[in-house]
C-alpha cells in the first residue's frame, strides 16, 4: 500500500479534492507500470491511500482493498466501504471521502488483511494506547502478520496535533 499525508493545506475546496485524486492517479499509474513488467499474477493487488488534512476536514483518497477509521476519543467509527475490483486499485477510480477533522482525532488508513485480523475493538484500544503513530502501525501490522503470515497487512496512522498539524506513521 503506498500512503501518504499532507497537512495544513487550507480549507478543501474541490480543487484540493482533485488535486489529491491527481495524486492517487499518479501513484495508480506507477504500480500499473511496474506490474506491467511482471508475469501475470492474478493474486497480486495493489491498495492505495491518500489523505489531505485542512482546516475542520479531512479528505480521504483510496483505491483498491483499503479501509478508513477515525478515532476521536475512545470512539472508533469506520469512515468508509473498501473498494470492491478483483484487480484491486488498478481497475478503479479513486473514491474521496470528505469528513469532519477535530484535533486530537487519529485516522487509520489499512489494507483489508489488518481488517480481517483484527477485530475493531482491538484497533480501538491498539490506537487509543499508542501515543505515536508509527507505534500503532507496528502493533496493528505485527497482530495481522501473527495471525495470518500470508496477509497483506499494511497500515497508515494520522494522527492531528493541536493546531491541526498531521503526524503520520506507516508499516508495510
Known sequence: MVGFAQADCGLLAEVERWRLARRLLVSMRAARSALETRPRDDSL???????AVGKGHI???????TFAYRLRGAVLTSLCRPG????GALLEEPVIHVHDALAGDAYLLCTAGVVAAVPEEEMRHRLVRSTLPLGACNELVRIARRRDPTSDATAVVLRLGPTMS??????S
Open 84 to 87: 470492491s475490483s478483483p484487480g
Open 59 to 65: 479528505a480521504i483518497a483510496r483505491a483498491g482493498r
Open 166 to 171: 498531521a503526524e503520520c506513521g506507516e508499516v
Open 45 to 51: 493487488s495493489v491498495a492505495l491511500v491518500a489523505a
